[in-house]
T-cell receptor, first 114, second 112 residues
Framework: KAGVTQTPRYLIKTRGQQVTLSCSPI?????VSWYQQTPGQGLQFLFE???????NKGNFPGRFSGRQFSNSRSEMNVSTLELGDSALYLC?????????????FGDGTRLSIL | QQQVKQSPQSLIVQKGGISIINCAYE??????FPWYQQFPGKGPALLIA?????SEKKEGRFTISFNKSAKQFSLHIMDSQPGDSATYFC???????????FGKGTKLTVNP
């Protein structure tokens, strides 16, 4: 079974630009969550989608947004990029239909802001 | 507010030794506690998980011990191997939520 696939793996942007990251979950998984990983803050939850609806949202500004498509694939968008947005962005998928289903992570997109 | 506190930040163990990583949580609504292993350049990989109605869970060389009254849980890696060198994260999640709350991570180095 293929794992969680994130594209692109690396991305370099400049301040003020916007970026879209993509995540393809494990086949059959309907929940997709996004996390930001930085050396200082560690792993922080951004948001979670299930059946195209956002169910949970973390404490990030509105510049961070996402969506999920009918095939469960998800995209995350960050607008007006700031230097502090440099991070590894991780996507995780799970069945999501039962409590406490294990989440499986992709290898992330490394975003660097110049 | 850090809801899951993890220690130590780094750990060096000799091959064959026991690695122990500790975590403590605050939110009593948490009811699922997974551990993740992350290698450089890779995403976190689920290692082992436990629910609070169980005091211990063992999978191969990896054991989780859980103390519900103390709100603490720990990961023991027996017979540690150089290939175990990675960063380990404890996490917690509450029922009905997909929001994992992570500890800050422990960088484990196993010397040959």
């Amino acid at each position: 079974k293929a794992g969680v696939t994130q594209t692109p793996r690396y991305l370099i942007k400049t301040r003020g630009q916007q970026v879209t990251l993509s995540c393809s979950p494990i086949s059959g998984h309907r929940s997709v969550s996004w996390y930001q990983q930085t050396p200082g803050q560690g792993l922080q939850f951004l948001f979670e989608y299930f059946s195209e609806t956002q169910r949970n949202k973390g404490n990030f500004p509105g510049r961070f947004s996402g969506r999920q498509f009918s095939n469960s694939r998800s995209e995350m968008n960050v607008s007006t990029l700031e230097l502090g947005d440099s991070a590894l962005y991780l996507c995780a998928s799970s069945l999501g239909s039962h409590p406490n289903q294990p989440q499986h992570f992709g290898d992330g997109t490394r975003l660097s802001i110049l | 507010q850090q809801q899951v506190k993890q220690s130590p930040q780094s750990l060096i163990v000799q091959k064959g030794g026991i690695s122990i990583i500790n975590c403590a949580y605050e939110n009593t609504a948490f009811d699922y506690f997974p551990w993740y292993q992350q290698f450089p350049g890779k995403g976190p990989a689920l290692l082992i998980a436990i629910r609070p109605d169980v005091s211990e869970k063992k999978e191969g060389r990896f054991t989780i011990s859980f103390n519900k009254s103390a709100k603490q849980f720990s990961l023991h890696i027996m017979d540690s191997q150089p290939g175990d060198s990675a960063t380990y994260f404890c996490a917690a999640i509450g029922s009905g939520s997909e929001k994992l709350v992570f500890g800050k991570g422990t960088k484990l180095t196993v010397n040959p």
